[in-house]
């Protein structure tokens, strides 16, 4: 399981929602009021409301249970948002290919951190590090969370 915190908000959480697949939960993220609907994150029959008996959450918290690949292409598809190239087209599944189009998106719009740090992902995915490449995507989304 991943830790992510989406949002730069300073409110607790007051809503939950989570997604499933095959009975298997992917991801649940808890959300102030005001970013209960966020997109990407907004599933309305799975939201709820928290009670007061449940552990405080920040808002923005996602307990994340996809596998490191999954999570890189949700970062990649996500926050990100990188298309793929007419010239070299790359499957939605492909990671190590998005990640290549990640760079050279990054690369393309001058992007110079943003590239330099999927450069250090593309090294440790290629590793198999996913534990680290979670947590520097993790991280590269906060510094990069609208106010
Ligand atoms: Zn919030």
């Known amino acids: 399981m991943h830790l992510r915190h989406i949002t730069n908000c300073p ?3 007051e809503y939950t929602t989570h997604r499933r697949r095959k009975g298997a939960l992917i991801w649940q993220i808890y959300t102030c009021r005001q970013h209960r609907r966020l997109s990407d994150w907004y599933v309305p029959s799975n939201l709820r409301r928290l009670d007061s008996s449940e552990p405080p959450h920040p808002c923005g ?3 994340d249970h996809r596998s490191g690949p999954d999570v ?3 970062h990649i598809n996500g926050w990100m948002a990188v298309g793929t190239w007419a010239d070299a087209p790359v499957a939605d599944t492909d990671w190590a290919g ?15 951190e943003l590239a330099a740090a999927i450069a250090d992902v593309m090294r440790l995915a290629d590793a198999e590090a996913w534990n680290q490449v979670v ?13």
Do not use: K
Not at 104 to 109: D, E, G, N, Q
């Open 11 to 13: 409110n607790d959480a």
């Open 61 to 63: 918290l996602v307990y």
């Open 72 to 74: 890189l292409l949700s």
């Open 98 to 112: 998005r990640l290549r189009d990640a760079h050279r998106f990054a690369t393309y719009l001058r992007q110079e």
């Open 135 to 147: 947590a520097l995507l993790a991280e590269t989304e906060n510094r990069r969370l609208p106010r």
